[in-house]
Nanobody, 124 residues
Framework: QVQLVETGGTLVQTGGSLRLSCVAS????????MGWFRQVARKEREFVAG????????ILADNVKGRFIISRDNDKNTVYLQMNSLKPEDKAVYYC?????????????????WGQGTQVTVSS
């Protein structure tokens, strides 16, 4: 089973940028579809972005389209989330997720592997 470790979360000002990284180990990284989710207290964990195995196909949630970019480096076993034009409502714990499913599904139950999360705070 793959293990996932996220880094890069911090405090950033509104309008700023941040890049999250997620390093995978214990599995064949290129065989996993990768995703990013986020969660705020007392709310459901929501899908942010997903990327297929080769990196050639990505999906972004409507509320981050045009601002966030998901990418991966299969040689480094790493998936990234570049976040630009950050807003206070982007404040959340961001989780990296992995699945062997070929397609990207937004429901959290479709993703069996999770990291521990990294906190992103956006000051207004």
């Amino acid at each position: 089973q793959v293990q996932l470790v996220e880094t890069g979360g911090t405090l950033v000002q509104t309008g700023g940028s941040l890049r999250l990284s997620c390093v995978a180990s214990g599995g064949t990284f290129s065989s996993y579809t990768m995703g990013w989710f986020r969660q705020v207290a007392r709310k459901e964990r929501e899908f942010v972005a997903g990327i297929r195995r080769s990196g050639g196909n990505t999906i972004l949630a409507d509320n981050v389209k045009g601002r966030f970019i998901i990418s991966r480096d299969n040689d480094k076993n790493t998936v990234y989330l570049q976040m630009n034009s950050l807003k206070p409502e982007d404040k959340a714990v961001y989780y990296c997720a992995a699945t062997t499913d070929y397609i990207i599904l937004p429901g959290r139950l479709s993703w069996p592997n999770w990291g521990q999360g990294t906190q992103v705070t956006v000051s207004s």
